[in-house]
T-cell receptor, first 113, second 110 residues
């Protein structure tokens, strides 16, 4: 089982729709969770992070964390063509692994006009 | 722009050679982490430096080594290059949990 697994893509949504990106992780002791966006040929850009169970909203983005189910998701409301990118889920286990981010393989999102 | 810079942008080497990649961290960030990203994959943690000491290492062989300097800038050195070392090498700086990536160095090994 992979340490961090993301829903297989690519994911295609129409402009204005909600895009839902999912991620599961295997280490139950994981402490913090991050979503990065990576445009083709560029480096990852931090969108959001979440530490506590529940929802965290930032503009059109909402991160949801459920530690009991070892599940974290990212919702993008009112999707725009400029949101088309690869979305990376990353997990920090904390403790002696503090500072080490373990990434999923990424989900490619395409928003079509 | 994260304020993290990396050099060079692109590099082509041949198998068996050695390479040094450089990273300048964002102002105020005392921690630098290095990642390797193969095409179509997520980044993989190589190691992290905090106040000039290695502070955690991923599953990479000893031919991957690093340094951090008093100004918190960092180097990644790779000896005896192999074809599989071809990848995007990312440096991330942090002060706390959130890590911010530089633009990366694209290394091609022929």
């Amino acid at each position: 089982q992979k340490e961090v697994e993301q829903n297989s893509g690519p994911l295609s949504v129409p402009e204005g729709a909600i895009a839902s990106l999912n991620c599961t992780y295997s280490d139950r002791g994981s402490q913090s969770f991050f979503w990065y966006r990576q445009y083709s040929g560029k480096s990852p850009e931090l969108i959001m992070f979440i530490y506590s169970n529940g929802d965290k909203e930032d503009g059109r983005f909402t991160a949801q964390l459920n530690k009991a189910s070892q599940y974290v998701s990212l919702l993008i409301r009112d999707s725009q063509p400029s949101d088309s990118a690869t979305y990376l889920c990353a997990v920090n286990a904390g403790g002696t692994s503090y500072g080490k981010l373990t990434f999923g393989q990424g989900t490619i999102l395409t928003v079509h006009p | 722009e994260t304020g993290v810079t990396q050099s060079p942008t692109h590099l082509i080497k041949t198998r068996g050679q050695q390479v040094t990649l450089r990273c300048s961290s964002q102002s105020g960030h005392n921690t630098v982490s290095w990642y390797q990203q193969a095409l179509g994959q997520g980044p993989q943690f190589i190691f992290q430096y905090y106040r000039e000491e290695e502070n955690g290492r991923g599953n990479f062989p000893p031919r991957f080594s690093g340094l951090q300097f008093p100004n918190y800038s960092s180097e990644l050195n790779v000896n005896a290059l192999e074809l599989d070392d071809s990848a995007l090498y990312l440096c991330a700086s942090s002060f706390g949990h959130e890590q911010f990536f530089g633009p990366g160095t694209r290394l091609t090994v022929l």
